[in-house]
């Protein structure tokens, strides 16, 4: 049995024993304890602090002495003097085994920090970025050593921090003397530390200890929106968030509008590729003013995207994905560079794609798997992440299924009459007074109904503007809900509604829900053509979720979550009314916010789940609804509101829709009356 004192570390309970001057920095690297510290143990960075603790700890079999450590030193006296440091904490670099202790890795002192992500559901991020700082010092150039300063740096960072085989691109050389000189041979390197395809890579160089960060941008790609956060890779904290409109919107507003443009045009492809990566450029000037980061220390990206945006921003023609069977130029990870790819960030930035899963699902649902981990889930749990093109996991412990299903843009505020992009002045939520069934409603920017007083005054500056998508959701299903649209999706008449606010329009009636013309504002109105875009867009998402059931052998799921930026505003309530989703109780139907851009997050600052995300990808399966009998009739039963032959008995429990149908005729018996149709 060893004589040598005992070190116990807490949290992670590790152990060992130490010869007497061993620095506690030292014991923590070899019993694997997550202790940070980038200076190399040479008392200048201070990640390396600790707590020691006195006295007895039975739980451990330890008592712990006055002396157990050295004492107080010159080096830590002088960082407390200037930055300060807690009482009682002491840099593990400095402070050495004198007896048994038992030493506390306070949370900021780990490598591997939990992040706690902003979302309803919070979970945490491992901190394990791909690039990391390092503090060297290189040995001098004189006449008995001939060899290069690039070979004395890499050997520093073998010698001090065991970096094998480290490289460094022509940028590096082009500055490097220059740095190690200024820094007197003593510089802070950030170096990429490789991975499966590559050798660790120096990304920058800065003379002397360098106290600021390096950054990183996870990055959702989507045919409406380019969303991206950009994180400190040394805390994981997200600096800024931002997004633009995807500038190949003027291409086509759906993926296969602009298939058919790079086909129907010659070099439609590579103008659309120039146009979302001048897009992506516009995005990282805007997000790095707002946080105050200089483009140049954005060593590390993750891009998450739909297979046509992923193959467009690549610059890979998408022709083979506008057919059957929908091929991808590959489906695996990419890792290149920033300036493979004509982004203006670090010039030797190293870029990280997620794998696709199949043709239509891409790399934006391994994402959401990543994030929402069906795989993981003892619950059978249904993803949907909605868009312009929903995709749909289900899945378990057991197996996990995938589709994609076109619902359109749609509930994005496209193709309807009043419809507008979420922004302020937009009606996002929706009420219809049972009784008048007259509609209130709020806007995006402002927390009153608009039958408040006050309404009118608040929104001054942006007036009410059109209806977003998660307001036309809200809007068709109150109408529903208060009879004012039938099972088939016809909005009645006045009469037959009881409503002041229906109007006959043309062959049908629409509704009008908000008339500000007599001060130069919109009239703005929901028509039966509104009515039918959102019956094709959630019958097209509720067709692929029910396939995928089909293919479970299940008739209802545990729970549901709802991804996407858009889902997170939806109510569960009234995409239930509509059919968007299977019946289920409220209470299990969740939102996730932006899975796909939490899932580029997780990636871009825990590197290992990037091969965790790949083998997970590997065994999803594909299910392709273009060539799924069952999708063309489930589609056509989930085209009523909220379906013509599932009962959903959840809903019915909660809510109860009025049975009248009304005819185009408009003749009825008054309100809710009209004559019946019989149901297929």
């Not at 920033?338 to 930035?349: F, G, Y």
């Not at 009998?629 to 429990?653: D, K, M, T």
Request: charged share 20%; with cysteine; hydrophobic share 40%.
């Amino acid at each position: 049995m060893s004589n040598d004192p005992l070190v116990v570390f807490t949290p992670s309970g590790k152990r060992g024993h130490f010869p007497k001057g061993t620095p506690i920095l030292t014991a923590a690297r070899q019993l694997g304890v997550d202790l940070d510290s980038v200076c190399g143990g040479r008392g200048i960075c201070s990640k390396c602090q600790v707590t020691p603790g006195f006295g007895k700890f039975s739980k451990h079999g330890v008592t712990v002495q006055d002396d157990a450590l050295s004492e107080w030193n010159s080096v830590e006296q002088r960082y407390k003097d200037k930055r300060g440091l807690i009482d009682g904490r002491r840099l593990g670099c400095q402070a050495q085994v004198m007896g048994d202790v038992v030493i506390d890795v306070p949370a900021e002192s780990q490598v591997h920090k939990q992040v706690v992500r902003k979302r309803a559901e919070a979970r945490d991020i491992v901190l394990n970025p791909s690039t990391k700082l390092f503090y060297v010092e290189v040995q001098e150039p004189d006449m008995h050593d001939p060899s290069g300063d690039l070979e004395r740096l890499c050997a520093a960072l073998k010698d001090q921090w065991e970096l094998e085989n480290v490289k460094a691109d022509l940028q590096i050389l082009q500055v490097m003397q220059k740095i190690l000189r200024k820094g007197d041979w003593k510089v802070t390197v950030a170096v990429h530390l490789g991975d499966d395809e590559n050798p660790p890579r120096i990304m920058h160089l800065w003379p002397g200890f360098y106290e600021g960060t390096v950054y990183g941008l996870a990055v959702d790609l989507g045919s409406t929106t380019i969303a991206a956060h950009l994180c400190n890779l040394q805390t994981g904290e997200v600096v800024a968030s931002s997004g633009v409109m995807n500038p190949q919107i003027r291409f086509g507003e759906d993926l296969m509008s602009r298939v058919s443009y790079s086909m129907m045009n010659e070099g439609g492809a590579d103008e659309m590729t120039r146009a979302v990566r001048a897009g992506m450029n516009t995005l990282f000037d805007e997000i790095c003013a707002e946080g105050g980061v200089d483009k140049g220390l954005i060593v590390d990206a993750v891009f998450v995207c739909n297979p046509v945006m992923h193959h467009l921003f690549l610059g890979i023609d998408p022709f083979e994905l506008g057919q059957a069977p929908f091929a991808l130029a590959t489906s695996n990870a990419l890792r290149m560079r920033a300036v493979e790819l004509d982004l203006t960030i670090h010039p030797s930035a190293r870029i990280y794609f997620l794998p696709c899963i199949a043709g239509h699902v891409g790399a934006d649902a391994a994402a959401v798997a990543l994030s929402e981990a069906p795989d993981k889930s003892d619950d059978l749990v249904l993803v949907v992440d909605v868009g312009t093109n929903a995709e749909i996991l289900l899945g378990n412990r057991e197996k996990v299924l995938a589709c994609s299903s076109p619902t359109g843009p749609a509930f994005e505020g496209a193709q309807i009459s009043s419809g507008q992009r979420a922004a302020p002045g937009a009606i996002e939520r929706v009420e219809i007074d049972p009784v008048t069934k007259i509609a209130r409603f709020k806007v995006i920017g402002s927390d009153l109904w608009s039958d408040d007083p006050a309404f009118e005054a608040e929104i001054g500056a942006s007036g009410v503007t059109g209806i977003c998508g998660s307001g036309i959701i809200e809007m068709v299903a109150e109408m529903r809900i208060h009879g004012i649209v039938d099972a088939p999706g016809l909005i009645g008449t006045a009469e037959q509604t009881g409503s002041p606010m229906v109007f006959a329009d043309g062959r049908t009636n629409s509704y009008l829900v908000y008339d500000g013309t007599a001060h130069g504002g919109p009239k703005i109105t929901v028509t039966n053509r509104d009515i039918r875009e959102i019956q094709m867009a959630k019958a097209a998402l509720y067709s692929g979720a029910r396939l995928l059931m089909d293919k479970f052998g299940v008739d209802k799921v545990d729970r549901i979550v709802l991804a996407g930026a858009f889902g997170a505003h939806i109510s569960t309530k009234h995409a239930m009314v509509l059919g968007m989703i299977p019946d289920a109780p409220l209470d299990k139907v969740t939102s996730a916010g932006n899975a796909a851009g939490t899932g580029a997050r997780i990636a871009l600052l825990n590197s290992a789940s990037r091969a965790e995300i790949e083998e997970t990808v590997r065994n999803i399966h594909k299910v392709e609804t273009a060539i799924e009998p069952r999708f063309q009739e489930h589609f056509v039963n989930a085209s009523a509101i909220p379906n013509a032959v599932e009962p959903f008995p959840i809903l019915n429990s909660i809510v109860t829709l009025p049975t009248a149908t009304f005819n185009t005729g408009g003749g009825g018996d008054g309100p809710g009356g009209g004559r019946r149709r019989r149901r297929g």
